[in-house]
């Protein structure tokens, strides 16, 4: 049987792989997205995650969008405001979306279809918290419903946004510790820490272009843009991570990323320090771990996956619905 999952993304290049992938993925059922301002106006991820699901041929799966704001910080900017040169530009490079979102809101589909579930739903937060935590808001009960949740986020070596924080987590901290001390029976969190060590290369994306497949084809598009705009920054040439697309493929293969047990929270008052993950690495820590952190990461299983998933034919994936637009 194939396990249930909703992505939460603010789309976004990475994003727009991990949604790729968990659409495509034979073992993963996919029965919503849910979007949230990040790495562009909330819109503008909304906009972005319909055509991705249109690109590929999975215009059924329902886009749900979300908040446009922090729950906290109504002042912080509304978005990271990614400029062109940037790794995700504002419109991804791929046709217009044709469907459009659903009515209801994020939020809203999240604690109806939390509070209805009749199996365990995998929740895939790659974005702010923002409606995760607004739903728990609502109904802190939600948590019963989700077998395990999926962070991308947080940095604990290893920062972006700040030289203490992430970007997911500084862009909403106070739902990241609300999401993180709901109490979900397991909640992983991939942190910058892991993604940049399964950094996705050129070669990969030309064997992806090759292929010749919808999903192939933007991928190799989506990563080639971040390989471009991480040129130098990171400790290989011609390399990039693609953040999101780890929790994605950690869904379907756990041992692509090696965790450990940590009590985290965050840091949402220190001038220089807000949106840390604080991560109690003290081996004589007495504070009960709350997440499975993980700290590395296997790229070559990485690239063999998206390999897998994004080369298929159209026909052999899990539920090509419609062909892919010219
Ligand atoms: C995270 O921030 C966003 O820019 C990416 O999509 C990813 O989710 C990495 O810090
Ligand atoms: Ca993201």
């Known amino acids: 049987m194939s396990r249930k999952v909703i992505l939460d993304v603010d789309t976004g290049t990475d994003d727009a792989v991990a949604i790729m992938f968990a659409a495509l993925h034979p073992e993963l059922d996919l029965i919503g997205v849910t979007t949230v301002n990040g790495n562009v106006p909330v819109e503008n991820t909304t906009d972005n995650t319909l055509r991705v699901l249109d690109w590929i041929g999975r215009s059924d799966i329902p886009v749900f969008e979300g ?33 459009v979102r659903q009515d209801t809101g994020a939020v809203e589909f999240l604690v109806e279809t939390l509070r209805s579930a009749t199996e365990q739903i995998t929740l895939v937060p790659v974005g702010p918290l923002s409606n995760i935590a ?69 070669d990969t994306c030309a064997r992806l272009e090759e292929s ?79 997440a499975e952190v993980a700290f590395g990461a296997d790229p070559q299983l990485l690239a063999d996956l998206l390999l897998d998933v994004f080369t298929r034919p159209p026909s052999t994936t899990a539920a090509s619905v419609s062909p892919p637009p010219e």
């Open 67 to 99: 908040l446009a704001r922090p729950i906290a910080r109504l002042g912080f900017p509304t978005a990271r405001g990614d400029s062109d040169g940037g790794p995700h530009g504002k419109a991804l490079p791929i046709p217009e979306p044709r469907s």
């Open 134 to 202: 607004t739903a728990l808001a609502i109904d802190p009960a939600l948590t019963e419903a989700v077998d395990e949740v999926v962070i991308m986020g947080g940095g604990h070596a290893v920062t972006n946004m700040t030289a203490s924080a992430e970007f997911n987590i500084w862009a909403d901290p106070e739902a990241a510790n609300v999401v993180l001390s709901a109490g979900f029976g397991r909640l992983t969190l991939v942190p910058l820490d892991a993604t940049y060590q399964a950094l996705v290369t050129r």
């Open 212 to 290: 010749g497949t919808p999903a192939g084809i933007a991928a190799s598009r989506f990563i080639s843009r971040r390989i471009d705009a991480y040129d130098g920054t990171v400790n290989a040439a011609d390399a990039a991570p693609v953040h999101d697309v780890v929790c994605a493929a950690y869904l379907v293969r756990p041992e692509v990323i090696t965790t450990r047990s940590l009590h985290v929270t965050v840091e949402t008052a220190g001038p220089l320090t807000i949106g840390r993950t604080v991560m109690d690495t003290r081996l004589n820590s007495t504070q009960k771990p709350n």
